[in-house]
């Protein structure tokens, strides 16, 4: 069985940056597509980007240019670098993997 845990979250002014980390561990064999989603209060999880075993990548239009999806195979973590945050990317970030949800991390974003 897999576990994801998330960090990296917090309050960020508009216009900054974080970098969410998503650490798999447990049994785990090979390796697997990651994929970043999200939840504002009162709406539904939405999907945010995707990253395949080799590294392509696929993003939601509302983050494309300012979200980066990255892994590091050796570590089984994934990243999600957020640049130029908006307060519309206020959410409950989650990643999700070998068939499986983290417990996700808050992203707030507010001056």
């Known amino acids: 069985q897999v576990q994801l845990v998330e960090s990296g979250g917090g309050l960020v002014q508009p216009g900054g940056s974080l970098r969410l980390s998503c650490a798999a561990s447990?049994?785990?064999?090979?390796?697997?597509?990651m994929s970043w989603y999200r939840q504002a209060p009162g709406k539904q999880r939405e999907f945010v980007a995707f990253?395949?075993?080799?590294?392509?990548?696929n993003y939601a239009d509302s983050v494309k240019g300012r979200f980066t999806i990255s892994r590091d195979n050796a570590k089984n973590t994934v990243y999600l670098q957020m640049n130029s945050l908006k307060p519309e990317d206020t959410a409950v970030y989650y990643c999700m993997g070998f068939g499986t949800w983290g417990q996700g991390t808050q992203v707030t974003v507010s001056s």
């Open positions: 447990g049994t785990i064999a090979g390796y697997n597509a």
């Open positions: 990253i395949t075993t080799t590294g392509n990548t």
